[in-house]
């Protein structure tokens, strides 16, 4: 069919007019319905939640408000700041929280938090929980070294029941931490740790040789005197004036103390024991170190 030139003009002028059509309000489908374009909304921004400060941040009554209930990995940063403080009020606290882990077995590092701050804390009552849990049963691994820990550091005096059967458990680091907890010379105890000198483990073995020389036990006087000189310590040089103190002053001891003394932070340790001895040799020994400790400072 031909169509005129007026009629493609028209056609022409429609089609133009339909290809110029913008914007969704303009927007036709095939039966000649305007389209309607969706717009999402925009999302709204949800609320962060609050920040809550740092353990270090609160003050006390904060600090001891959230201890009871916190879950455990918010409750060990709030156990170790109260132990940092040592505040005396977090102590019921922290025994309440032991004994609701004891329900479920004591172990993991919630208890042994606790125990570190018990110990930093001090005071009867926390001596008081840690003596009472080393009497029952149930304790093992790093809790029941940790409790051990506690004892020494708070002077707990055990029973000879509690004590004999920490210095026979199984675990050596249990073992040699028992030995530090020795105070009483009660020969079952003694004969226990005459045993523990000959232990496989080297520390269990130091620390029966150290326990019986709090005791003053003549039998470890050599042994300590060559512990004081090959690797002196605090600890040795203490039982070792024990011993000197309980049997009398040798030269053989004397010259461990007087070699211990060349550990600058272990003369002040040496020179209170040499001034506990009525000895001529041990007087003598102490006015030479100080001598030298004044040369020294005046250098």
Do not use: W
């Not at 909304?41 to 006390?60: G, S």
């Not at 701050?117 to 080393?134: C, E, F, H, K």
């Not at 199984?170 to 005459?194: H, K, Y």
């Not at 005197?225 to 070792?240: D, F, I, S």
Request: glycine share 8%; charged share 25%.
């Amino acid at each position: 069919m031909f169509h005129s030139g007026h009629e493609e003009a028209m056609v022409g002028k429609a089609r133009k007019a339909k290809a110029g059509d913008q914007g969704p309000q303009n927007q036709m489908d095939l039966f000649g319905a305007p389209v309607t374009v969706a717009v999402n909304p925009p999302t709204p921004l949800r609320p962060r939640p609050p920040v809550e400060p740092a353990p270090a941040d609160l003050d006390d009554a904060g600090l001891l408000a959230r201890l009871p209930d916190a879950p455990l990995s918010k409750a060990l940063p709030l156990i170790a700041e109260v132990g940092r403080r040592r505040l005396a009020g977090a102590v019921p606290l922290l025994g309440l929280r032991l004994k609701r882990l004891a329900g479920y077995g004591l172990s993991g590092r919630e208890p042994v938090a606790v125990l570190e701050a018990l110990a930093a804390i001090g005071g009867p009552q926390a001596t008081a929980i840690v003596a009472g849990l080393l009497g029952g049963v149930g304790l093992a691994g790093p809790v029941e070294v940790a409790a051990l820990g506690a004892a020494v550091r708070l002077e707990v005096a055990l029973d000879r029941k509690a004590l004999l059967r920490l210095l026979g458990t199984a675990d050596a680091a249990a073992r040699a931490a028992a030995c530090r907890c020795v105070r009483q010379a009660e020969f079952p105890v003694i004969d226990a740790l005459e045993r523990l000198r000959a232990d496989p483990d080297r520390a269990v073995a130091t620390g029966a040789v150290c326990a019986l020389g709090r005791l003053g036990r003549p039998t470890v006087r050599a042994d300590l005197a060559q512990l004081v000189t090959a690797a002196p310590t605090r600890e040795t040089v203490a039982a070792l004036a024990s011993v000197m103190d309980h049997v009398g002053v040798d030269a053989d001891s004397l010259v461990a103390l007087r070699r211990a003394a060349r550990h600058t932070d272990l003369r002040e340790t040496v020179l209170e024991a040499l001034d506990g001895f009525d000895d001529v040799q041990a007087t003598a020994l102490a006015v030479k170190l100080r001598q030298q400790t004044t040369r020294a400072d005046a250098a």
